[in-house]
């Protein structure tokens, strides 16, 4: 058994025991929270950096400036990571815009895929129009992609020139274009015009349909004005400047090289066919003028005997009056008999 006198020398003691544990407990949860937390945060870093860290890695080596941050954003924002970081790295590596603020950035890139635009192609596309000395930056690039145009091959045919046929034959029934020069001969003619991409003008700019549209109509009208046939045939590249003086490609997204005439032929007489078919017509004028005149006469000769036969009725008539004019003139004692010597 305890000493009494040792009670009051215990209750401290204890406390201090009690105190002691508690801190103990304390700590043990603070450790064990931390260590939950340090857990939590690990497990979370090694997720980012499995489904980030080549990502990363790949930007990270290209120079290509793009911070983890933004490539969780990019899920965040449903925006394909991959695809910015593939032309990040192609500006980089290409060398066009690496300004960090002015340049083709990560949020620039970003705003262009989330418009709906084709951030690939937009790249491709500078680093070509760059390699060809062509004048166009990022911002041109994606408004011609946004506008529905193709930016690349836009390009593409402003270095390698495209050659149009005209009349186009998949979209025109004839297969060439019928002029008809001033001495009245039909020439049958197919063109073929050289263009290329008129990058100012893009958007907004007429379509190949209205280059054609446009040629067809300069080489109807050169071929029209010409006097003689011949003179087109001996010369056909008249045309061919004849319409290039007349600025085509205006307010259109191409820009006119060359015209060159593919073939030409003679087709119909069309001024003598269609003197031939005046003359026919004048003499059927005639032939009907003619009926009509003879018409006239018979009629009007029909109208004479008429009015001889009303003639003659209007003789027989004052003849069959002559004797009852006599037969009254006899009842009314105004008609004598004339003597024996007045007869003789």
Known sequence: MLNPTLLPLLSPLSSVLLLGQAQILQNNFLKLAMFAVSAIILFVF??????????????FASRAQVRMVDLIGMTLRKVQSRTIVDAKIMAMQAGIETHPELGITTRRLEAHYLAGGNVPRVINAVIAAQRADIDLDFDRAAAIDLAGRDVLAAVKTSVYPKVIDCPDPEKSTKATLSAVAKNGVELRVRARVTVRTNLSQLIGGATEETIIARVGEGIITAIG???????????????SKAVLARGLDAHTAFEIVSIDIADIDIGENIGARLQADQAEADTRKAQALAEQRRANAIALEQENKATVAANRAKVFLAKAEVPQAMAEAFRNGSLQAAPDNERR
Request: hydrophobic share 50%; net charge neutral.
């Open 46 to 59: 090694v997720l980012i950096l499995f489904s980030y860290g080549r990502l990363w890695l790949r930007a």
């Open 225 to 239: 004005s010409a006097g003689d046939h011949l003179a087109v045939m001996e010369n056909p590249d008249r045309i």
